[in-house]
């Protein structure tokens, strides 16, 4: 047996033709620890002596049938996963060995070899399955109060994960209160809630803090992205499937709605639906029941239904796009989040708190963010909202190689956008406004581009002028005419709690 062997699962083939037992052998032994056997007595032996995963064994034999044999494994190896093989398609051949010997898959010759391994394959993940079961049964068993009692914990955990004083970052003069005290108050009543806000924004986390502080909050959570997938797919994620309902679809699947029974499902970018699939969910909302692709029954389901949009949903109502009926559907009660240049004294906490969570997913630790780096967050306007600021940050984390994220390792249009305390403000005015000369214009460029240069320098002038092919004293000169001067009353550093 090689090394590798011992990870692969045993096989026993059980055939009274050599030379159908060496064919068989020598397509499995590259994917299974393969034991062969000639009867059903040489079988019985292997049995007693190595540790079966699988049996494949043929129908003919002469002193006893495959089914036959099944059975008598079945009573004395009962976790053997058993299969049987034969040139015999007789449907009461196929029945009997189901019912008797507890068949798992039944062969019929000629097979194919890549579907036999694909066969053997899911025969292995079915003895691991039942095996975890087992495992899970006893210790369910062994320690109910224990596992109850982790239970409690990691909803516990959820829940102050999602909480509305916790889970929301914000300072104490936030516009995100106002948000926060709509969930308080909203989240108890089992209405559908409609969020609106631009891409980046947090829609899920408040989706999440409204599960969590609500009365199915013990129940499952799950949420889909509705812009991703096109209508058959989608519907198929939400609703399920029967096997053989479109392409590709070889197992029964259940849908999200049917998982989420008695919980709450989360539909992100609602908007981006099309008319004939807010057709099947109106029909769905109204009804409280689902049918999956292919299937001719319907199945009650109990779930709030929480959606979220970065459109102008009335805009696409005026126009067609989404139907009036579903909107009045979903938007029971409607939440807007602001984004995030609107939320200004929520920078510091946010990109302190995303430092944290980057460092537990990076494995790399930092002490904190310099308050210059933080200077330039507070300044600019941030298109991706806190999905722009989370990736930005973890950008810098893995930069990084001293103890805190300077403001050298912002990237440079943020950097770009930010005015400095000692800047002039008619500098700035020239950069946004549409008065001034060129020359004047043409100044206020070369500043802020002074200025980026100096702090991606950590305003070291040597390297500054050498990167802008000036002179010290000609840099020395640019920065005294437009101001430019690292501002001393910036601390260096802040810690991550």
């Not at 499995?28 to 007595?41: N, P, R």
Request: hydrophobic share 35%; charged share 30%; proline share 4%.
């Amino acid at each position: 047996m090689d090394g590798s062997s011992a990870h692969r699962a045993t096989v026993l083939v059980v055939d009274d033709e050599q030379r159908s037992l060496e064919s068989i052998e020598r397509i499995l032994s590259s994917h299974f620890e393969v034991f062969t056997a000639l009867s059903a007595k040489e079988a019985e032996t292997v049995l007693g002596r190595e540790w079966v995963q699988i049996i494949l064994c043929d129908q003919r034999m002469p002193d006893i049938t495959g089914v036959e044999f099944l059975q008598q494994v079945r009573n004395d190896y009962p976790d053997v996963v058993r299969m049987i093989i034969s040139g015999y398609t007789d449907a009461e051949d196929i029945i009997e060995a189901v019912n008797k010997g507890g068949i798992y898959q039944y062969i019929t010759k000629p097979w194919h070899p890549d579907e036999l391994i694909t066969k053997l394959t899911n025969a292995a993940e079915l003895f691991r399955l039942q095996r975890q079961n087992e495992q899970l049964a006893v210790e369910l068993k062994l320690k109910p109060d224990n596992l109850e009692q982790a239970l409690i914990e990691k909803r516990r955990a959820l829940k102050a994960r999602y909480d509305w004083d916790q889970g929301i970052v914000r300072s104490p003069d936030s516009c995100m209160n106002r948000v926060c005290a709509t969930i308080r108050q909203v989240a108890p009543y089992d209405i559908n809630v409609l969020l609106s806000g631009e891409s980046g924004t947090g829609k899920e986390l408040c989706a999440r803090a409204l599960h969590y502080n609500s009365l199915r909050q013990d129940q499952p959570f799950v949420a889909e992205n509705c812009g991703a997938l096109p209508d058959e797919l989608l519907e198929s994620e939400l609703f399920g499937h029967k096997r053989g309902a479109f392409t590709g679809a070889t197992e029964d699947r259940v849908g999200l709605f049917e998982l989420a029974d008695g919980g709450t499902v989360f539909l992100d970018e609602i908007g981006e639906t099309s008319p004939a699939f807010q057709v099947k969910l109106l029909r769905v909302l109204q009804e409280g029941e689902i049918r999956p692709l292919g299937s001719n029954r319907r199945r009650p389901v109990n779930v709030r239904v929480i959606a979220a949009t970065n459109r102008d949903l009335n805009a696409d109502i005026r126009s067609g796009k989404f139907r009036q009926d579903l909107y009045y559907r979903l938007a029971t009660f409607e939440i807007q989040i602001p984004p995030l240049r609107e939320r200004r004294s929520d920078i510091v906490p946010l990109a302190i708190n995303l430092l944290g969570e980057a460092m537990e997913q990076l494995g790399k630790r930092v002490k904190g963010i310099s308050e210059e780096a933080l200077v330039s967050f507070k300044a600019y306007h941030w298109p991706g909202n806190v999905r722009e600021m989370q990736n930005e940050i973890k950008r810098m984390l893995v930069l990084a190689q001293d103890d805190y994220l300077g403001s050298e390792l912002v990237s440079p249009h943020i950097l770009r956008a930010t005015p400095d305390d000692n800047t002039p403000h008619a500098v700035q005015d020239l950069l946004e406004g549409s008065g001034g000369s060129l020359k004047q214009r043409v100044e206020a460029l070369e500043a802020r581009i002074i200025r980026e240069t100096l702090i991606r320098h950590r305003w070291n002038k040597s390297q500054t002028a050498q990167e802008l092919g000036l002179s010290r004293v000609g840099l020395r000169s640019k920065m005294e005419r437009y101001g430019l001067e690292k501002n001393p009353n910036i601390e260096t550093i802040t810690d991550v709690a």
